[in-house]
């Protein structure tokens, strides 16, 4: 006999698209699109050819589609065209609302409430937090949905009045942990079942410049998300992909492109799992895997240059081409001292990136005299009251100054902090 075809449910889970995020590009003359959109939309091609390829059974993008609350509508257009393809294949897919995809007052639409409206089949918009039942071509799954949470709807609350900003933030916490509790106790147990975030989670790492970050929001706990309801926990908002836990097994899938050079060193891509339906509820994860997209690099060339180097700029140029250049995009860091700072050839230097995708910057750091004077005097055998003395002194400081900032500092260095 046939051994009976054992069901597995395949999941792609991705995140934070962010179409519209334009730094460090260059703009397309006959198109007039910026060459990071191309990228972004690269990426985004590769996750979908994969949910295509694989025919898995639902793809689960955990927000933000867009850099801006208003996108043009060229970016609206390029997000819903991949959008459309899977759902033309078939592929149910679940777009979980993020904070750039919230307008900023509740009557206005959100930038993924089009695809409701023209009733695009096989498409879920986690809009509220709420548990969705989906139903696969592997069968029905349960989905918590915890979409970003807009402070003004917490804030409009008449218990919220007088709070300081920390406090609704306390009062968000306590209530969207209760709230998810609540969901996850109400789940079907026979059914296969995850949790879809756009939420900061405390013990999450970071690694972009913060610049896509909106403010001071609420975050939550491992423990608040980490229920033994869920067979997998879906996250989007942070850009660096990382497993926060096991049982359940709680992820960020990450970015899909870097957006600025704090992410220099992430891996970008989307996660696949598969859960088996046929195992206890909590326990149904059998498989995870982390596939990396070809996105663009960022990549920082740093050159310290010493006195005893004769020439900086050929120093600069070998340091670069110790990397690979070619479609990157790069800053050059050079820190060298003040007396050679004349010798280093600028243009020789660019001319040495001229294969970099964007040349985001050529940098300076110039080390004074005094600087490495100080640094001669082992700086770690001086205390910090003779350390400043020290610096205000060779700022030419004049010593009545010097007396009174010395008082000033040591009454600070005193204070119990
Ligand atoms: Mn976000």
């Known amino acids: 006999m046939m051994p009976y075809p054992k069901l597995v449910m395949r999941i792609l889970h991705f995140s934070d698209v962010h179409i519209g995020v334009e730094n460090y590009g260059r703009v397309d003359p006959n198109t007039g699109l910026s060459s990071r959109l191309t990228d972004f939309l690269q990426t985004y091609d590769e996750v979908v050819e994969y949910a295509l390829a694989n025919e898995v059974d639902l793809v689960l993008f955990c927000g933000d589609a867009y850099k801006s609350r208003d996108p043009s509508q060229t970016h609206q257009r ?15 897919v679940f777009l979980l609302v993020g904070n750039h995809d919230l307008p900023h007052t509740s009557g206005k ?24 039942l989906v139903s696969t071509k ?15 709807s ?35 147990p026979q059914t296969p079942s995850i949790l879809a975030g756009h939420v900061s989670i405390g013990e999450a790492k970071t690694s972009s410049e913060q610049s ?16 033994p309801y869920f067979d997998y926990v879906a996250l989007g908002h942070i850009h660096k992909h990382q497993a926060l836990g096991r049982n359940p097994m709680v992820v960020y899938s990450g970015s899909l492109q870097a957006i600025d050079f704090g992410e220099e060193n992430d891996t ?9 339906p046929a195992l206890p509820a909590g326990r149904r994860l059998t498989d995870f895997q982390f596939h990396p997209v070809q996105a663009r690099r960022f990549l920082t060339v740093t050159v310290d240059i ?63 005299g005094r600087r490495t004077r100080l640094g ?27 007396k009174t900032l010395m008082l000033n500092a040591e009454s600070l260095m005193q204070e119990e902090p």
């Not at 639409?109 to 969705?132: H, K, M, W």
């Not at 970008?268 to 088996?276: A, N, Q």
């Not at 001669?376 to 010097?402: C, D, G, M, V, W």
């Open 138 to 152: 592997s069968g029905a799954l349960q989905i918590v949905a915890l979409p970003w949470i807009r402070r003004g």
């Open 78 to 92: 390029a997000f819903a065209q991949r959008i459309a393809r899977l759902s033309a294949a078939g592929i149910p």
């Open 268 to 276: 970008k891509g989307f996660c696949v799992i598969e859960l088996d």
């Open 212 to 227: 896509m970050m909106l403010g001071k929001d609420h975050v939550l706990l491992h423990s608040s998300v980490a229920l």
């Open 109 to 132: 639409a959100s930038a993924l409430d089009i695809f409701p409206t023209l009733s695009v089949p096989n498409i879920y918009i986690g809009e509220r937090l709420d548990t969705y």
């Open 154 to 188: 917490f804030l409009a609350r008449e218990d919220m009045r007088g709070l300081s900003p920390e406090q609704v933030n306390e009062r968000i916490q306590e209530s969207l942990t209760n709230h998810l509790r609540w969901q996850a106790e109400g789940l079907d």
């Open 306 to 368: 010493q006195t005893t180097d004769d020439d900086p700029t050929e120093k600069v140029v070998k340091a670069i081409l110790r990397h690979h250049i070619q479609g990157a995009i790069v800053r050059v860091n050079v820190r060298i001292p003040s007396e050679l700072e004349g010798h280093l050839d600028e243009a020789q230097i660019r001319r040495a990136l001229e294969q970099a995708h964007y040349l985001a910057s050529v940098s300076k750091e110039v080390l004074r």
């Open 376 to 402: 001669s005097l082992q700086s770690q055998t001086l205390n910090p009251q003779e350390a400043l003395r020290l610096y205000l002194t060779s700022k030419n400081t004049p010593a009545e100054r010097i």
